[in-house]
């Protein structure tokens, strides 16, 4: 019924129905298949730490050896001396299991992103500070906003500001590949086929502990990218992840 | 219907079509070049696959990292065993002049070994890391005899995929592929940094895979069977290892 209404009147019809979406499918598709993998790694990762929750520096790290910094927590197996009395439920096997399913997922929506956005322009339109202002003003007014916690202009729903721009390459093109560069390097057979992979870090502990903390930078950056999304309006940013669109019906109507 | 929606559906359609014949493809050679693990069945099944395949093809032939004596980590490391009964007590009290090895399945001459007559082999001494799935490593001077070498000895049927290792402990079995069997660096080792390898590191015979994290470098071994087929050991699955929820190919 409605197509014969578009007929009836082209020239009218077809730009109010081809709004550009906000977030164009491919970048709403891989966001949330990324948001699945990165909760699934995030909680197996953690119960792997678990089973061993001392870190270590260099190429060795184990109960004999001086640790980098250690959690004061009960572990889940009983090598590791934790001053606990009892030893938590074993749970490394499904989450060594999930850990590389999400991990590989992962890597193959996040190539699929990036080689995409290279092609449709996101990444030089959306993403790059390109036409923006980069002034020292512009950041430090940039910052204020941002430790004010103010809500984001009307316009602010149609593009990324500066430091989001700024922060979303960080970790797309340094946190990402960091983390998948270390847990590479914990792996015996890629060491074994790429070892420059281990010794770029000075060994596989290393490698280990910086696992751990570029996890952590990923998991703040997930809590205050929430917490922005609460202060632009929640319902309106997942509905623009999700459907694409930007609620502004009241100025259309 | 559009022009534009038949030409973006055509292209879909298109798209997933190229992508499930694909996927079948690389299932098909995959399964000819031997890249499937025996626990690829359910839920993580392609995750295990696709690390399985990715690291067989880019470790092909890449040795593991050796290291200087130097490095070597002090004080010796020793996990904790659990207890190994009055037989092995027997055994241990006797110097395991008593301790077999035996080798079965697809080979042209089945054979047992004492530890006299692996030691008798020419030794490979190897400094190598060794790290567990919790996180913890170790390096450590290892002593043996390839793997390679007792299995040259017996002679190989060309059929054979899988050597499966079994240990005095009931529970413990695992397997590995012919391309870490005939790796240089699979040991079935009996020296651990110059001396006689510790009880408590797995002496008087552990197969060393120094590819692969600890829990595939199983304690105690007795017997080892050449096979071409998995299914027929325990739950079919290659190992104890993914019987108790652990993956059979721990290169990663």
Request: with cysteine.
């Amino acid at each position: 019924m409605s197509d014969s209404a578009w007929v009836a009147t082209p020239a009218i019809a077809i730009p109010a129905r081809t709004v550009t979406p906000r977030h164009s499918a491919l970048v709403r598709v891989t966001h949330w298949i990324t948001t699945l993998c990165f909760l699934a790694l995030l909680v197996t990762g953690v119960e792997i730490v678990i089973s061993h929750p001392r870190f270590y520096w260099g190429e060795v790290g184990n109960v004999n050896t001086p640790t980098l910094f250690k959690f004061p927590i009960p572990a889940s197996r009983a090598t590791v001396p934790t001053g606990y009395g009892y030893v938590l439920p074993d749970q490394n096997g499904w989450s060594r299991y999930l850990h590389f399913q999400a991990a590989w997922l992962a890597v193959l929506t996040g190539l699929l992103y990036v080689i995409s956005s290279l092609f449709s322009g996101h990444l030089r339109k959306d993403l790059l500070p390109g036409g923006a202002d980069l002034s020292w003003r512009a950041w430090s007014r940039e910052i204020a906003d941002h430790l004010r916690l103010k809500r984001p202009s009307e316009e602010e729903a149609w593009s990324y500001n500066l430091l989001q721009r700024v922060t979303y390459l960080f970790v797309i093109f340094v946190l990402f590949p960091l983390v998948i560069w270390t847990g590479l390097a914990m792996s015996p057979a890629v060491a074994s086929a790429f070892p420059t992979v281990v010794t770029a870090f000075g060994g596989q502990q290393s490698a280990r502990t910086i696992h751990f903390f570029v996890s952590v930078f990923l998991f703040l950056f997930l809590l205050a990218h929430i917490v922005m999304i609460c202060l632009a309006g929640f319902w309106s940013r997942m509905r623009a992840m999700i459907t694409g669109r930007v609620a502004i019906e009241k100025e259309r109507a | 219907m559009s022009d534009l929606s038949r030409r973006k559906l055509i292209t879909a359609g298109l798209a997933a079509a190229g992508g499930v014949a694909g996927v079948g493809l690389a299932a098909g050679l995959a399964r000819r070049y031997g890249l499937i693990p025996p626990d690829h069945a359910g839920f993580y099944g392609p995750g295990e696959t696709l690390t399985y395949a990715a690291q067989r093809i880019l470790t092909k032939h890449s040795m593991a990292r050796e290291f200087p004596p130097s490095e070597i980590s002090k004080p010796p490391f020793v996990n904790e065993v659990a207890p190994l009964g009055d037989q092995f007590k027997r055994l241990r009290d006797g110097g395991f002049a008593d301790w077999r090895l035996s080798v079965d399945g697809m080979v042209a001459r089945p054979a047992s070994f004492s530890l006299a007559e692996l030691k008798s082999h020419p030794a490979r001494r190897q400094i190598t890391h060794m790290a567990c799935e919790e996180g913890w490593s170790y390096i450590a001077e290892w002593t043996g005899v390839p793997l390679s070498q007792v299995l040259d000895q017996v002679g190989v049927l060309p059929e054979a995929k899988y050597v499966v290792y079994f240990s005095f402990q009931r529970d413990w079995w695992d397997s590995v592929d012919m391309s870490d069997a005939l790796h240089p660096q699979t040991l079935v080792a009996y020296g651990l940094n110059g001396g006689e390898l510790p009880v408590g590191n797995g002496g008087p015979l552990r197969l060393r895979v120094a590819r692969q994290l600890g829990y595939k470098n199983v304690k105690y071994i007795t017997r080892l069977t050449v096979t071409d087929n998995l299914k027929k050991f325990g739950q079919g699955l290659g190992s104890a290892s993914p019987e108790g929820g652990y993956a059979w190919y721990a290169g990663i």
